[in-house]
């Protein structure tokens, strides 16, 4: 079986985010159960837990919660599509679409919890 990368995000507001992943970045919600939410695009899945708490390892029950201090990147087919369904959507960009020096074309936005999200060209390796 191929591998797949699957991420846990904790939104302070788990509807915001539920709305902005399947309606902006196209990820399809597979679960919602309380304050919990499991989307899928492709082979990335993301599991979310609603938290309001901002601290770096808030424990809840047997949960760790950390805080935001990570770079998302989704690889794509298509850059400019993908950028132009997202501005299509109202979303502001942090970045437009660059070369970077490691070769890579990129754009970058941040989430409604403040996740930094790049979405880039796939890597040759």
Do not use: C
Request: charged residues 30%; glycine residues 8%.
């Amino acid at each position: 079986m191929p591998a797949s990368m699957r991420i846990e995000l904790f939104p302070a507001n788990l509807q915001q985010f539920i709305e902005f992943y399947t309606k902006t970045l196209r990820f399809t919600l597979l679960k919602h159960v309380d304050d919990y939410a499991y989307l899928q695009r492709d082979q990335t899945f993301i599991g979310a837990a609603e938290t309001a708490s901002d601290e770096s390892l808030e424990q809840k029950g047997s949960y760790r919660r950390p805080k935001k201090g990570v770079e998302i990147i989704f690889e794509v087919d298509d850059l400019e599509g993908e950028r132009d369904f997202i501005v299509g959507k109202g979303w502001n960009l942090d970045a437009d679409i660059e070369l970077q020096p490691w070769g890579l074309k990129d754009f970058r936005l941040v989430d409604p919890d403040g996740y930094y999200l790049r979405i880039t060209t796939h890597s040759s390796g």
